[in-house]
């Protein structure tokens, strides 16, 4: 007689989806208000891509230090400081803006506050998905652990999608553009009391091994499914990674990922950069600059078209068609190239909606092409520092490009473009000239 499968009861995985839904819808339906409330503040709008630079930062750093602490400290305690970050974040983040409009602070004082207030994100919201990650992967065998890990991702992708949606039903009286913010606060406060109250403590016998997801800047974030040693049960997980000395350590420079990292950091910079952009374009195409509180509907219109667009590449296109490494990375790349054409051509909604959904498609194939790249690049043992590479790679394009781009964008619109059109370019043939074909990749180059 087989036994039972392990896994989680529905109440505990509800929670756990909702951990992560709450977090990515917020932050989506901030990108979508944010171009507005720059706007309305009569702020430049490269200081209010800026705003979002050192969160972003922060997220890089900061999400493995958490990842680590969560073994010590438990899984469930890290998501509950996950989420008391998101909470402050958007508490503080909403007032400053509130009083910011109101008139209370210059612009400038606006925007550093909030990019101050922000930081709570970047420090503490970070916390949260590799914990849920290791939560799951612990407490599910073999058979329950990529299911339960679907799950968790998609909670993710979804919320990109909920959260552009939602964001122009929460302009409220009283509130106006800051409504999201005191919406998803108040939504957060709700989880973390279910949290608190209806998850067991947990005893962090496993270390969180999961990948450092990147943080959901956009609705184009990549929520990349991570199966946690599928072949062994939870008993047979391993406590701990090894410490690696000077000799085995995975460099950046080792040449069986170098092109990978090279193609990951420079098409993640196209993207980013399209994505600083397309709020603000908005508003100057469809001449809504001289009434702000317009934007958020539009704006969320074309962001979750793009996150519609993303999800079906990565859950439908890549298993459909069973995408390799390269394939996947260049024909998402040559899409990519093709859908900033029409976004940067377009006047009205529609064409600029459709060319983003485009690029989105394309992105949505990069993604996963350039990160399952980089990990077949290498052997099992030095996966879990590809893992730490890969998140690190798919985290700095959001560091610097979204106000570069938008620089560009305010200087030259076509000075914009083109270098998005470069970079995407760049991978295309990066791809052709460099990179092995799909079945010539199995982890066997030497190291150099």
Request: aromatic share 8%; charged share 15%.
């Amino acid at each position: 007689m087989t036994e039972s499968p392990i896994r989680l009861p529905k109440e505990r995985m509800a929670l756990l989806f909702a951990v992560m839904l709450v977090t990515a819808a917020g932050n989506t339906a901030m990108q979508s208000v944010m171009p507005s409330i720059g706007t309305r503040l009569g702020i430049a709008d490269v200081w209010v891509s800026l705003a979002y630079s050192w969160s972003a930062l922060l997220w890089v750093i900061m999400a493995p230090f958490w990842a680590r602490r969560s073994d010590r400290r438990g899984r469930k305690a890290m998501m509950a400081l996950g989420i008391i970050g998101f909470i402050l974040s958007f508490t503080f983040c909403g007032a400053v803006l509130h009083f910011g409009l109101d008139g209370w602070f210059g612009a400038v004082l606006t925007m550093s506050l909030f990019a101050m207030a922000r930081s709570f994100y970047g420090l503490f919201g970070s916390a949260a998905p590799p914990a849920v990650q290791a939560y799951v992967a612990s407490r599910t065998d073999r058979t329950e652990r990529t299911k339960a890990l679907s799950m968790v991702a998609s909670s993710f992708g979804l919320g990109t999608v909920l959260g552009p949606a939602l964001a122009p039903l929460m302009i409220l009286p009283g509130l106006g553009l800051v409504g999201p913010f005191a919406v998803f606060a108040l939504v957060g406060v709700i989880v973390l009391v279910l949290l608190r109250t209806r998850l067991p403590d947990d005893d962090p016998r496993f270390a969180a091994r999961g990948e450092v997801m990147s943080a959901p800047f956009s609705a184009s974030s990549n929520p990349r499914i991570v199966e946690e040693n599928p072949d062994a049960s939870p008993d047979e997980l391993p406590e701990a990674e090894p410490q690696h000395d000077g000799a085995d350590r995975l460099r950046w420079s080792d040449r069986r990922i170098r092109p990978w990292l090279i193609a990951g950091l420079i098409g993640g910079h196209s993207q980013a950069m399209l994505l600083g952009i397309i709020g603000f374009l908005l508003l100057d195409r469809l001449g809504l600059r001289g009434d702000p509180n317009a934007g958020a509907g539009p704006v969320g219109l074309v962001l979750m078209s793009g996150a519609i667009a993303t999800l079906l590449a990565q859950w439908g296109l890549i298993p459909m068609l069973g995408l390799g490494p390269r394939t996947s990375t260049l024909w998402g790349m040559s899409l990519a190239a093709v859908g900033i054409i029409p976004v940067a051509l377009g006047q009205d909604l529609h064409t600029i909606a459709l060319g983003f959904a485009v690029a989105s498609v394309g992105f949505g194939l990069f993604r996963p092409g350039f990160t399952s790249g980089a990990s077949l690049a290498v052997s099992p043992r030095e996966q879990g520092q590809s893992a730490g590479i890969i998140a690190a790679v798919n985290g700095a394009a959001y560091i610097t490009a979204p106000a570069i781009g938008v620089w560009f964008y305010n200087h030259s619109q076509w000075l914009a473009w083109g270098v998005m059109e470069v970079l995407a370019l760049s991978v295309v043939v990066l791809c052709l000239v460099v990179v092995d074909k799909d079945e010539d990749t199995a982890g066997t180059r030497p190291r150099r």
